[in-house]
């Protein structure tokens, strides 16, 4: 039996879907049918998704669970009338906080966090322009504007990490790859050498590598298992000689490796 | 006065950033001195950043506020003993579903979204590597695996759009330019025209682009307000023509932008 769940919100649905998501995560076996309702910001709109709401009570035969960042009093109150176990992430701590600050909470959309920022907008997108045009070592001489350089074997996930934490913080991040030709000698290629404080490394499980290589050039000398020992080995004796902090991405997603970058360098974000 | 706020995850904190962000926005007037606390997945970690927090106590001379999303109750117990008011995001929400699904939650990290899913990860990878091979109308054969071909004039969001989707969603989506070259005659581009059920437009304000085009290219025939205004009137010409279906993005973060389009054209996340 399959239980509807609606991820409900007055904006993108994004921390919604990932928080509800978690939290229902920890109930194995049941058996869940989600949905996501987007910008859901007016009484017309809240009216419309709780007819969706009933409809799955209807079809299911059972009551949905709904999870709602909904902001705005009234619009809540509509969505309420579609009749599912209705959990609030957000309401519930406005008045424990209202108490502590002895002031009234807004209550209005709008005010929240990144919404309708041309600046933040303007340094996110420089932030993606320049990790595309630094990306995989063009353009070496950028690496002055660089706040971040982020180096590791090919296919070891500099560029998606570059990319989100362009996106994400509107962090100037370029990625170097080191190759073959980086492994001659033991210490950092010239390009790099001066800004050891602004680089970080990437290494991989080498059979993930070999994975993932197989992948793009299957039965290739690069996608070969003893190629990627070879050269994981090498950009971690590399890392150690030369003092570059690094983690091994193997288990972990974007998000955890660009965190990670985050938290270990004490990068501030300058748009989050 | 600043009052420390500490948002504490057991991952990435992002969504506990975010959402804490939010509901924090409510209050207009209250200067908070903001940090992240990440990774907080064992009693030993919360005793340090229930440390951390106990210092701010003393230092802003208030007590703290700490949203957490911290799964594991000895973890959360350590972190109490910080003595902040601790709004936790996670633990409110799950009695209320332990006593609708008539089972325990399981309590535990790691079975949250998104941990260790290596096919996650590939499929997130490969769809990034497809819209950086198809960015700017490079390889147009491509278009074929596109699940989404976002169109606009130059400087008008749409890589950064395409990246978001795919790092985000995996979904594979590829950008086309519009040139003046497409605006001769009313129809679509020769490469777009099998593929319209593909295809979604952004436009933006003439004025915002213009000053977008003047930070690249300040003082050219392309950055001026006038080559603007036609780009955009065309372009939104051929998007009622074509019934393709736009939005105008000038207010839009890049979240809002590719979330409305998720909305818009009902395509399915295969990575979210």
Redesign the interface.
């Known amino acids: 039996m399959e239980r509807g769940v609606f991820f409900v919100s007055d ?5 919604v ?3 509800g ?10 058996a869940f049918r989600k949905s996501t309702l ?2 859901i910001d007016t009484p017309e709109r809240a009216r419309a998704a709780a007819g969706v709401i009933e409809q799955s009570a209807r079809e299911l035969g059972i ?1 949905p ?1 709904v ?1 709602t ?1 909904i ?1 705005d009093p009234a619009v809540r109150a509509e969505l309420a009338r579609g009749g599912g ?1 209705v ?1 609030d ?2 309401d ?3 008045a ?2 209202e108490a ?2 002895g ?1 009234p ?4 959309v709008g ?8 600046g ?3 340094l ?2 420089d932030a ?1 322009n320049f990790a ?1 045009a630094t ?1 995989d070592g063009l353009n070496e001489v950028d690496y002055d504007r660089a706040e971040l350089i982020v180096l590791g074997v090919s296919r070891s ?1 500099k ?2 990490t570059c ?2 934490l362009a ?2 913080y509107g962090i100037y991040a370029a990625n170097y790859p080191l190759t073959e030709d980086d492994f001659e000698n033991p210490r950092l290629p010239a390009a790099l050498a001066g800004r050891r404080t602004k680089l970080f490394g990437l290494s991989i499980d080498p059979r ?1 590598l070999q994975e ?1 290589r197989q ?1 793009r050039q299957p039965g290739s000398h690069y996608a070969s298992l003893k190629q990627c020992q070879r050269e994981v080995h090498q950009a971690e004796s590399l890392y150690r000689a030369a003092g570059v902090p690094w983690i091994d991405t193997t ?1 972990m ?4 490796i ?3 970058i ?2 270990t360098t004490a990068l501030q974000p300058r748009a ?1």
């Open positions: 904006r993108t649905g994004i921390t879907e990932t928080l998501g978690s939290i229902l995560a920890q109930f194995a076996g049941v987007r910008f009551r669970i999870f960042t902001i176990l959990l992430l957000v519930a701590f406005i424990p906080l502590e600050f002031r909470a807004a209550r209005a005010v929240t966090h990144g919404a309708l920022d041309t933040r907008y303007t996110r997108m993606v595309l990306d996930g560029t998606p990319l989100y996106l994400t993930r993932i992948e288990r997603s974007v998000e955890e660009a965190t990670t985050l938290q989050g």
